[in-house]
Each structure stands twice: as structure tokens, then as C-alpha cells.
């Protein structure tokens, strides 16, 4: 790993104030990806993976055709608008319009869109096939159950809504890194994605254990209680804003609890509906978060808390003019801007996995 990315510590150390919540203390894996260029031999997200050259590569097989004909975009084009994006925030807006080079980028594209038009029936109805969303190594993310001898986690996705909640389907991979000897050079890509915040920017990862602590909503209503008494909180000398004595409860979420971002492992976050236990369809065991897939790295306002110090000014600073945020390094965007969240078996990583949108 060439950079390095850190939690600012917790403003407020919650066992000491909570003795009762340290037995759910939860490692987790903030992945903290970064625009960069991956190799297939690195951990990343959106980047080139491990892929044997033998074994097809993954498709999506669900039907497509009920997809309404919105507002989509091919990967290339994706591409050439962030690049145009990324080029006018460094010009300042100086310059509208397209450089030759965009101009260049433009045109190939289009030539491709056709010669795929030409080449078969319509794309949706394909089998699709599915885009890199996260490769993760177990040396980079030791907190990975992998099966066997597998030291490798590959996460695809198909970019377009299914059902149910108008999401990315996903597919998991595990593999031995070592049994990889030809890779597969240029996989192939989907004709369109459904929305262009299915189309992960690669990033390479700054992986950082942390300790999570449940979102008060998976609390039972004693803890949360005992949460909301701002006594409790007085009385154990927590440096707490008095704005926070009507609702401590959310200064612990929004600071104590489980953090924003990408990340392996952990507590899930909640709030849009409230919790919503997963349980694996083989073993019936409730199943346990594997890979939260974000929207958005910190939140804003006092989310910012979350911001890594070495990009605490740039949080505070915004900057989110050109479609450049520095708190959506991935461009990913599920749902209203929420989170993915992928989930496993304890029993078996093998056992089918689950998603939903948080
Ligand atoms: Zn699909
Ligand atoms: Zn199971």
C-alpha cells in the first residue's frame, strides 16, 4: 500500500461511558478507495481483477427488458464525462467545449455504439456482462473468511436496476491468487449502464481496522434508553456539546457507532428503514455484513468527523463543483445516495450471499 488514511480518534471513548456496549464491539475494514490506477495483482475497487483466462466471465442472466429506457450512458461515455468533469475543476471552468483529445475520445466511442448496434440484438436483452465493483486480497483485509485455500474476494455487479429496490444485481468470487496464471487481459463490458453511479472509478484502497459499534437501531430498547439519558453521559464526563442534551442518542450515531464509507466487516448502517435482519437460505443462520458499498465516504455537516485526518481540510472545504466531491472518490451512487450492503453466511462464505440498500 503506497498512502495511508486515518480515523480521527473518537471524540468520545464510548466504553468508558457505556461499559455495556464494549461486548458489541465489531472490527471492521474502512477500505478508503482513492482515484488510482490498480493492478490486477492489487486490491481495489473498479479495477482490473484477477480473472482467469479459462473461466467465462460472469453475465448476468436476468431479463432486462422491463428496464425503462431512461437516462443511460455506455462505460466509455461515463469515462469521457468524468475526464471533461475532472479537466474543467482543474482549469478552474476556464473552458467549456471539448479539448481535441475529448473530441478524439468522443467520436471512437460512438463508432464503437454502432458496431455493437451492428452486431446483435438489443444489448439489454443480452446476457449482460457484469462490471468490477471490489477485489480485495485477504493481506490487505485479514478480517475475510475465505473458504478453503481462497485468499481472494472479486465483487461484480450488472449495472442495471433489478428487483426488488432497483438495484445493481451482485455476484461474489473466491479464488486463490496463486492458481491464477493466465489472466484474462480485456474482459468484456457491458453495452450500457443503467446509471452512471454504477461505474466505479478505479481506486486503490488504504485499508484501516477500526472498531465499530452498533447503529442505536440495532440496540435493544434498554441500551437505547440508557443512550438517550444525558446524565449518563454528564455523569461520566463526556466531552459532549450541551446542544446534544435533548439527543444524545444521535451524537452517539452520528460519531460513536459504525462509520461511513466503504468498508469490509463492521456494524451496518441504518436509518432508512430500520433493521433488517438477513438470514442465509441454506442454514437459515442470520447473516453477517461482508462489503458496504458507499455512496458517500463521510456525510456532511459534523459527519465530517469521519473525513480521514489527512483529508479533514479538503471534507471542511467542500469543493463539490464539477461533479468532484472529495467525499465520492468511487463516483459510486446506490439508491438515493445510500449504501449497498453485502452480506454472507458465517456458517459458509459459499452459502448464497444477499444484498440490500441502506
Ligand atoms: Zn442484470
Ligand atoms: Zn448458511
Same mark, same amino acid.
Not at 478507495?33 to 453475465?59: F, I, K, M, T, Y
Not at 459499534?213 to 450541551?242: C, F, H, I, K
Not at 459504525?258 to 437460505?281: L, V
Not at 456525510?299 to 469521519?306: A, K, P, Q, T
Given at each position: 500500500?503506497? #498512502?495511508?488514511?486515518?480515523?480521527?480518534?473518537?471524540?468520545?471513548?464510548?466504553?468508558?461511558?457505556?461499559?455495556?456496549?464494549?461486548?458489541?464491539?465489531?472490527?471492521?475494514?474502512?477500505?478508503?478507495?482513492?482515484?488510482?490506477?490498480?493492478?490486477?495483482?492489487?486490491?481495489?475497487?473498479?479495477?482490473?481483477?484477477?480473472?482467469? !483466462?479459462?473461466?467465462?466471465?460472469?453475465?448476468?442472466?436476468?431479463?432486462? $427488458?422491463?428496464?425503462?429506457?431512461?437516462?443511460?450512458?455506455?462505460?466509455?461515455?461515463?469515462?469521457?464525462?468524468?475526464?471533461?468533469?475532472?479537466?474543467?475543476?482543474?482549469?478552474?471552468?476556464?473552458?467549456?467545449?471539448?479539448?481535441?483529445?475529448?473530441?478524439?475520445?468522443?467520436?471512437?466511442?460512438?463508432?464503437?455504439?454502432?458496431?455493437?448496434?451492428?452486431?446483435?440484438?438489443?444489448?439489454?436483452?443480452?446476457?449482460?456482462?457484469? $462490471?468490477?465493483?471490489?477485489?480485495? #486480497?485477504?493481506?490487505?483485509?485479514?478480517?475475510?473468511?475465505?473458504?478453503?485455500?481462497?485468499?481472494? $474476494?472479486?465483487?461484480?455487479?450488472?449495472?442495471?436496476?433489478?428487483?426488488?429496490?432497483?438495484?445493481?444485481?451482485?455476484?461474489?468470487?473466491?479464488?486463490?491468487?496463486?492458481?491464477?496464471?493466465?489472466?484474462?487481459?480485456?474482459?468484456?463490458?457491458?453495452?450500457?449502464?443503467?446509471?452512471?453511479?454504477?461505474?466505479?472509478?478505479?481506486?486503490?484502497?488504504?485499508?484501516?481496522?477500526?472498531?465499530?459499534?452498533?447503529?442505536?437501531?440495532?440496540?435493544?430498547?434498554? $441500551?437505547?434508553?440508557?443512550?438517550?439519558?444525558?446524565?449518563?453521559?454528564?455523569?461520566?464526563?463526556?466531552?459532549?456539546?450541551?446542544?446534544?442534551?435533548?439527543?444524545?442518542?444521535?451524537?452517539?450515531?452520528?460519531?460513536?457507532?459504525? !462509520?461511513?464509507?466503504?468498508?469490509?466487516?463492521?456494524?451496518?448502517?441504518?436509518?432508512?428503514?430500520?433493521?433488517?435482519?438477513?438470514?442465509?437460505?441454506?442454514?437459515?443462520?442470520?447473516?453477517?455484513?461482508?462489503?458496504?458499498?458507499?455512496?458517500?465516504?463521510?456525510?456532511?455537516?459534523?459527519?465530517?468527523?469521519?473525513?480521514?485526518?489527512?483529508?479533514?481540510?479538503?471534507?471542511?472545504?467542500?469543493?463539490?463543483?464539477?461533479?468532484?466531491?472529495?467525499?465520492?472518490?468511487?463516483?459510486?451512487?446506490?439508491?438515493?445516495?445510500?449504501?449497498?450492503?453485502?452480506?454472507?453466511?458465517? !456458517?459458509?462464505?459459499?452459502?448464497?450471499?444477499?444484498?440490500?440498500?441502506?
Amino acid at each position: 500500500m503506497v #498512502f495511508v488514511r486515518t480515523t480521527p480518534p473518537r471524540p468520545v471513548d464510548v466504553t468508558t461511558v457505556f461499559p455495556e456496549l464494549a461486548p458489541l464491539a465489531r472490527p471492521a475494514i474502512r477500505l478508503h478507495p482513492r482515484p488510482g490506477s490498480p493492478s490486477v495483482g492489487e486490491s481495489s475497487v473498479g479495477g482490473p481483477l484477477l480473472w482467469p !483466462a479459462e473461466e467465462p466471465w460472469p453475465h448476468c442472466e436476468a431479463s432486462h $427488458l422491463h428496464v425503462d429506457s431512461g437516462f443511460r450512458q455506455s462505460p466509455d461515455d461515463v469515462r469521457l464525462m468524468r475526464r471533461m468533469q475532472a479537466r474543467r475543476h482543474r482549469d478552474h471552468h476556464g473552458r467549456g467545449g471539448m479539448t481535441p483529445g475529448e473530441a478524439a475520445l468522443k467520436e471512437r466511442n460512438a463508432m464503437r455504439r454502432a458496431e455493437r448496434f451492428a452486431a446483435g440484438p438489443p444489448p439489454a436483452d443480452c446476457p449482460v456482462p457484469m $462490471l468490477p465493483v471490489a477485489q480485495l #486480497f485477504l493481506r490487505d483485509i485479514p478480517l475475510l473468511r475465505p473458504p478453503g485455500q481462497a485468499d481472494l $474476494l472479486q465483487v461484480l455487479w450488472c449495472p442495471y436496476d433489478h428487483d426488488p429496490d432497483h438495484k445493481p444485481s451482485t455476484a461474489l468470487f473466491w479464488r486463490s491468487a496463486a492458481e491464477v496464471v493466465d489472466i484474462l487481459a480485456i474482459p468484456p463490458e457491458p453495452y450500457e449502464v443503467n446509471d452512471d453511479g454504477y461505474l466505479p472509478e478505479p481506486c486503490v484502497l488504504a485499508p484501516e481496522a477500526i472498531t465499530e459499534y452498533p447503529n442505536s437501531l440495532d440496540l435493544g430498547p434498554q $441500551l437505547r434508553l440508557m443512550l438517550e439519558d444525558w446524565n449518563r453521559w454528564q455523569a461520566a464526563g463526556a466531552d459532549v456539546d450541551s446542544s446534544y442534551a435533548d439527543w444524545p442518542r444521535d451524537f452517539y450515531d452520528i460519531h460513536l457507532a459504525d !462509520a461511513p464509507g466503504w468498508k469490509a466487516g463492521g456494524w451496518p448502517p441504518w436509518g432508512r428503514t430500520d433493521p433488517n435482519p438477513r438470514y442465509c437460505t441454506v442454514c437459515e443462520v442470520q447473516m453477517v455484513p461482508l462489503l458496504t458499498i458507499a455512496s458517500f465516504e463521510w456525510d456532511g455537516g459534523e459527519g465530517h468527523s469521519w473525513a480521514p485526518c489527512e483529508e479533514q481540510a479538503a471534507a471542511k472545504a467542500g469543493g463539490h463543483c464539477c461533479g468532484q466531491s472529495p467525499s465520492r472518490p468511487t463516483k459510486v451512487a446506490v439508491g438515493s445516495t445510500d449504501n449497498m450492503q453485502i452480506y454472507i453466511c458465517p !456458517a459458509s462464505p459459499e452459502h448464497p450471499h444477499t444484498d440490500l440498500i441502506q
